[in-house]
């Protein structure tokens, strides 16, 4: 028996050594001429960026390393999380790599979900300057990058000059103050009846307007610096009591309560609203005749802040940053892959290709000859990219992220009253476990 | 009893058929629910190396009973199953004693109901969004056009309007399901039993009361269990129509376990609410079994 266990060990030796031979021999070859490489990227599905301008990229991309094949999974936004937590857990990542946004980052950097990628940009990137700050500080955390900016999402002030004009002004709104005053003005002028429409929708759009609603009273961040809550006072509390009071005396229209950010857009740019506060694709819908009423009439504006806030922007905006991660359980075979490729999509080079889809992340890009040409306003979107807040970088954000919206919710619709409503959120946040 | 030899072999071969689908049923179904009472029963970290089990016996279950929005979401839920399922049963059997007459275009008609159900319903909820939206919603247009409203209603926006919102929504796709269920029964009662009872003098409503309702009492306990255990895994509709909005109010509690889960990354928790989900649909369709049983022995009786 004994001797017949002892045969079959030296044949499994006698294989594993031969196999290793070949596979040391197929190495050798591999290096000669590269072996194909299938790199799986989970992409969101999405306006600008969209599945088409991807696809082109990855075509590019391939051109130029014939042996790897990107291949994109696209997925909604509210799916991309749980996509990525469950390729996280699997013993080899479904996905090599994956897009994460800002408000991931903290989570992703306390679970080592994706890797940090300094090492990688200290030896790849030339010019990290080149982004602004604003957009590293989104998907960094604790010195950590976690991943490589990709799409330099943020809001803009839009305003309808025409109504304006009607109403008696000659410009857009530069302190809290004076927008009230517009809003009031153009309702009692029966010019528009709700001035403002915005996404309260209870998602996480909400959570971007209050960020930037806060942003506008001086201070956006939710958290102080030794990451407490503090929604219940200063400029977080002030911006709830604002959207309110916006609800209640109807400057606001109140299917903002059940509007996402499509939809605010749709209201602005068909003439129902004088004033927006979005994302960046309202600039190509309110001049697209096709889907716009207003067309000519819409204005990119920094936002309006309380005075002696924001004094170095004059502006406060919330982003929206998106970035391109490396799953932590990608192969390491295919790691160096999955940054040659994320270094190719984020390039100055492939970006300055794009520009009718998204804001360049690179400084570069956004002052060009041809984003200028492009894009009119491209002196605003600097500004407000400037004066960017980011949402809390806290490891269960999105746990907060729903107590903040529902809070939020109930507090501008009125079921709970403002101060109980901040007092509760803060309460609630507290009662987390750390 | 002891079986033949002939009978034990094929015994055997019937066994040795069925294993592969035995064998299907187990990977697909006992093996998640075992593994998610395991999970259920542990404190779950998840890293990039996979998830790292803690065993703590009952503690998910504590923090589960200790969750207000548990409660509340098993509230919502049973309130939810209870007046759909009631409202379909009723429209159902309405429309479904209308398809048993012998009309012009009943094949049409019973495949035009049948729409609704065909339908994703997260394709169905997206449409209702549309329907319901504050701004260019087809529902306010048409109560404007007809002076029933003023101004623009926010129907998703407050938490009754919103639960009884996201009732239509499921009624209206749902109720063909329930009326197939009962045409199907109304069209065993022989005709016999209502010629008799027109003999008898019998009204119609007579003909009803005392002949179809009870020969159809098995087809609507069969119809109501289905709809009730559906019921109870609430999900898609509320995760596209509101959200669980608005705050907490139409969160049932398959979305307090995925939201558990996916989004607070609490996977013990997410997964003991999802075990005592089970447990409480295996509950429901024992007792309507029996119930069920007990109706169809009557009437065999």
Redesign the interface.
């Known amino acids: 028996m004994r001797n017949k266990w002892t045969k079959v060990l030296m044949s499994a030796m006698s294989a594993s050594l031969l196999l290793t031979g070949a596979s040391s021999a197929a190495m050798a070859k591999a290096k000669a001429a590269p072996q194909p490489v299938v790199l799986k990227v989970l992409y969101m599905s999405q306006q600008g960026y969209s599945t088409a301008v991807l696809n082109k990229m990855g075509a590019e991309f391939h051109k130029e390393h014939p042996n790897v094949t990107i291949e994109f999974t696209y997925l909604p936004y509210p799916q991309l999380?749980?996509a990525i937590?469950t390729s996280?857990?699997?013993?080899v990542a479904q996905y090599d790599v994956v897009l994460s946004d800002l408000i991931w980052t903290g989570?992703f950097a306390a679970?080592?979900?994706t890797v940090a990628l300094n090492n990688y940009i200290r030896q790849y990137i030339k010019n990290p300057k080149g982004i602004p700050q604003s957009v590293w500080n989104g998907l960094s955390v604790g010195g950590k990058v976690m991943a490589m900016p990709f799409l330099a999402n943020f809001q803009n002030f839009y305003y309808n000059k025409k109504m304006l004009a009607e109403a008696g002004f000659k410009s857009g709104p530069k302190t809290m103050a004076q927008w009230l005053h517009q809003m009031q003005v153009l309702k009692a002028k029966h010019i528009v009846q709700y001035p403002y429409e915005d996404s309260w929708?209870?998602?996480e759009g909400l959570v971007c307007d209050y960020v930037r609603t806060a942003g506008e009273f001086g201070n956006g961040n939710l958290f102080n610096a030794k990451g407490q809550p503090i929604m219940n006072q200063g400029a977080a509390l002030k911006a709830l009591e604002w959207m309110r009071m916006l609800y209640k005396d109807g400057l606001a229209?109140?299917?903002s309560?059940?509007?996402d950010e499509p939809?605010a857009a749709?209201?602005f740019a068909s003439g129902?609203a004088a004033f927006n506060t979005n994302w960046t694709f309202v600039t190509g819908i309110m001049n697209n005749k096709s889907e716009s009423k207003i067309v000519g009439q819409g204005v990119v504006s920094g936002f309006p802040v309380a005075p002696g806030t924001n004094r170095a922007t004059l502006s406060a905006s919330i982003s929206g940053f998106q970035g391109l991660a490396i799953?932590?359980?990608t192969p390491a075979s295919l790691k160096p892959w999955a940054w040659k490729w994320i270094q190719f999509a984020t390039s100055p080079a492939v970006q300055a290709q794009h520009l009718h889809s998204e804001w360049p992340i690179w400084s570069s890009v956004a002052t060009s000859p041809q984003e200028k040409h492009l894009n009119p306003w491209y002196k605003v979107y600097q500004q407000n990219l400037n004066a960017v807040y980011n949402r809390p970088a806290v490891s269960?954000y999105?746990?907060v992220s729903?107590i903040i919206?529902?809070y939020v919710?109930?507090a501008i619709?009125g079921?709970i009253p403002v101060k109980t409503a901040a007092n509760d959120m803060v309460q609630q946040i507290e009662s987390l476990p750390k | 009893m002891r079986l033949s030899k002939l009978e034990r072999k094929s015994a055997i071969a019937g066994y040795a058929m069925l294993s592969p689908a035995m064998l299907v049923i187990a990977l697909v179904t006992i093996f998640p629910i075992g593994y998610s009472i395991w999970m259920s029963m542990n404190t779950i970290n998840?890293?990039?190396?996979?998830?790292q089990f803690t065993f703590s016996g009952f503690t998910n279950y504590n923090i589960v009973f200790q969750s207000s929005l548990f409660w509340q979401a098993l509230w919502f839920t049973t309130m939810y199953a209870a007046v759909t399922v009631i409202i379909e049963l009723v429209l159902g059997l309405l429309v479904a004693l209308a398809l048993n007459q012998p009309i012009r275009g009943r094949g049409l008609a019973i495949a035009v109901m049948l729409i609704p159900w065909t339908l994703i319903t997260v394709i169905s909820a997206q449409m209702w969004g549309y329907i319901?939206?504050?701004?260019?919603g087809v529902l306010n247009y048409l109560l404007m056009s007809i002076h029933i409203i003023n101004a623009?209603f926010?129907?998703?926006?407050?938490p009754v309007s919103a639960t009884i919102s996201m009732m239509m929504a499921d009624i209206w796709k749902t109720t063909p399901f329930v009326t197939m269920i009962l045409l199907a029964g109304l069209q065993l009662i022989p005709s016999e039993l209502y010629e008799a009872a027109k003999i008898d003098g019998s009204s119609a409503w007579n003909s009803f009361w005392h002949v179809t309702f009870p020969l159809l009492r098995p087809s609507l306990g069969l119809a109501a269990l289905f709809r009730i255990l559906q019921a109870f895994g609430l999900f898609d509709l509320p995760f596209v129509l509101t959200?669980?909005?608005?705050?907490?109010s139409t969160m049932s509690i398959a979305m307090v376990a995925y939201?558990a889960i996916?989004?607070?990354?609490a996977f013990g928790p997410g997964t003991a609410v999802a075990v005592l989900t089970v447990a409480l649909v295996i509950l429901l369709a024992v007792g309507s079994l029996k119930a069920l049983r007990t109706q169809v022995g009557e009437i065999d009786t």
């Not at chain 2, 996916?262 to 990354?265: A, L, P, V, Y």
């Open positions: 999380h749980s937590l996280a857990a699997a013993p989570e679970k080592g979900y929708l209870q998602a229209n109140p299917n309560l059940a509007a939809t749709n209201a129902q799953a932590a359980n269960n999105l746990t729903s919206q529902q919710h109930e619709g079921t | 998840s890293t990039f190396t996979g998830f319901y939206n504050g701004i260019y623009p926010l129907w998703l926006g407050s959200g669980g909005g608005p705050g907490t939201k996916f989004n607070d990354g």
